[in-house]
């Protein structure tokens, strides 16, 4: 049960994230700035140097690949997540998905980036550092939910095939 509970999570965090990335794909195109993945394969590729809090990541050294490894992170991270959704509702929960538990699952998810991705790169607890922390903060947790959102679409995708 276990390995089957990994399987679908890999399936379902993979399909979710390429979900998300087209919802990512359409806030860009409405000039909606979302998530560089440049500055999170920065952030990343910088913990071979034992380094993860940075000061501004825009202004730290450019890693050879950064773009890559964000975006390989990107995945991972999503696949997280979907591990999590079936780990809390079980195998069970991708052969008849609940909107509920994907949003719960989505938006409990955003702890990540309020309480460790943003303090990592310079952004501060709670975007604290930024501009507009609140809208920072609102942003993110609609990100999440909509990630949510698609934990649910891609599970109805994966149920269509035999």
Not at 27 to 39: H, K, S, V
Request: aromatic share 10%; glycine share 10%; hydrophobic share 55%.
């Amino acid at each position: 049960m276990q390995m089957t509970i990994l399987l679908n999570g890999v399936l379902l965090g993979v399909v979710a994230t390429a979900l998300f990335d087209g919802w990512l794909w359409m806030q860009r195109q409405l000039g909606i700035r979302t998530l560089n993945f440049a500055y999170l394969g920065r952030w990343i590729g910088h913990f071979t140097q034992m380094k993860f809090v940075h000061a501004n990541i825009a202004k730290s050294p450019a890693l050879t690949h950064e773009w890559g490894i964000g975006v390989a992170g990107h995945y991972v991270i999503g696949i997280m997540i979907a591990e999590l959704l079936l780990l809390a509702y079980g195998d069970q929960w991708l052969r008849a998905p609940d909107i509920v538990a994907a949003l719960v699952v989505g938006m409990l998810t955003v702890v990540l980036p309020l309480f460790i991705m943003q303090p990592g790169m310079g952004g501060g607890m709670m975007f604290r550092h930024t501009s507009q922390p609140v809208m920072n903060c609102l942003r993110s947790l609609f990100n999440h939910s909509m990630f949510g959102v698609c934990m649910f679409l891609a599970a109805h995708l994966l149920n269509l095939l035999p």
